[in-house]
């Protein structure tokens, strides 16, 4: 990855681009909407932001995007992604949105190497899961530390896995791990759990499930994948090695939205608020993928929603050039 991102300081003039449509975010839901306005010929500009191709380019495999029967690569997927987006004319920038103004069309885009002017602007900045920041962990992610059990149950078939969190998302993605794997390990922080009673009840009397409380990862182990996890006792101190094939993260998930709370209504989770035809309060502003669902979370379901944006924008555009166009006949 080759960034040339740099701030403006005071005595640079920032280089001013007007663009039809900007893209902010290269993931799934960005590339895609590349995909679709580059084909509608508005040769879209896409920001990168700091992680070209956004989160799947950090898993090895992919085996739920269809169209891959025999999956295919997180990097690789995104490289198609982009390939195609530009073969159309979308073009790619390594740059980053550092500052908006949304109030009034076209809308101002400030970036570490200049500004944009954009008539429609599709947010698809996505979103981060939080990470336990161990020694480890960031080395074998995609090779047996996940923050998805949907994208990634299907690899611990028969394993024995460990979750670490004790809220709601913990629970619900270990039962639905339960289906797969032969154990799992709940580490959790604290002696009680914080997700709802229905939820506890189900994780605590199923056969699968145990659990180590007041007790946190310091380290996940391994060579090419995770093999064993390093957990200390909060309360005592005391230091155990816990053999493992996975260690599942779900201790929050965070959505790159601040740059938009004073434009746009965030949820109290940060999701950008939106209707089921991807507009936001503000018209020619449209949101895809993570960074407006808390729901899906998915290659695919933010792909569609990258598509669907730029359908969107492109009727946006087409309705207010027709608008125009009679206002200077009348
Ligand atoms: C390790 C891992 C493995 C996964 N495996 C699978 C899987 O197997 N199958 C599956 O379906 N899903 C998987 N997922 C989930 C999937 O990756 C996400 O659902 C999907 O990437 C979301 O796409 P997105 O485009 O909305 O956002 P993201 O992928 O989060 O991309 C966001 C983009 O926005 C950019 N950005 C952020 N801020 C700015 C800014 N200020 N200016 C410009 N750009 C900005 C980022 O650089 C990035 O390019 C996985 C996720 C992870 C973390």
Request: aromatic share 8%.
């Amino acid at each position: 990855m080759d960034y040339h991102l740099k701030n403006i300081s005071s005595d640079d003039s920032p280089q001013r681009n007007n663009v039809k449509m900007l893209i902010l975010g290269s993931g799934p839901a960005g590339l895609s909407a590349a995909l679709y306005a580059a084909r509608a010929s508005l040769e879209p500009v896409v920001l990168t932001g700091m992680e070209l191709g956004g989160q799947v380019s950090l898993t090895n495999m992919v085996e739920n995007y269809p169209g891959f029967p025999d999956g295919v690569g997180g990097q690789d997927l995104v490289d198609l992604f982009q390939k195609q987006a530009e073969k159309f004319g979308a073009r790619i920038e390594y740059d980053a949105a550092t500052k908006v103004d949304l109030s009034k069309r076209p809308f101002k885009v400030q970036t570490y190497n200049g500004e944009y002017l954009a008539d429609t602007l599709i947010i698809a900045t996505g979103a981060q899961a939080t990470h336990l920041d161990v020694p480890g962990e960031m080395e074998l992610t995609g090779r047996g530390v996940s923050y998805c059990a949907t994208c990634d149950g299907w690899f611990f078939k028969e394993k024995d896995v460990v979750i670490v969190g004790g809220g709601d998302s913990a629970l619900e993605e270990s039962l639905f791990l339960t289906r797969y794997v032969k154990s799992i390990t709940i580490i959790h922080r604290r002696d009680s759990l914080r997700a709802g009673v229905i939820l506890q009840e189900r994780a605590i009397n199923h056969p699968k499930i145990k659990f180590i409380w007041n007790s946190v990862i310091t380290e996940i182990i391994g060579d090419e994948t995770v093999g064993k996890v390093k957990i200390k006792n909060i309360t005592t101190g005391e230091t155990t090695e816990l053999p493992t094939d996975g260690v599942f993260i779900f201790i929050g998930h965070k959505p790159n939205t601040q740059l938009f709370a004073d434009d746009l209504d965030l949820d109290e989770h940060g999701y950008i608020k939106r209707t089921d035809l991807l507009t936001t309060g503000i018209p020619g502003v449209f949101v895809a993928g993570e960074a407006g669902d808390p729901d899906f979370r998915q290659v695919i379901t933010s792909a569609g929603m990258g598509a669907a944006a730029a359908m969107q924008a492109i009727r946006f555009l087409q309705a207010s050039e027709e608008k125009q166009s009679e206002v200077v006949k009348s």
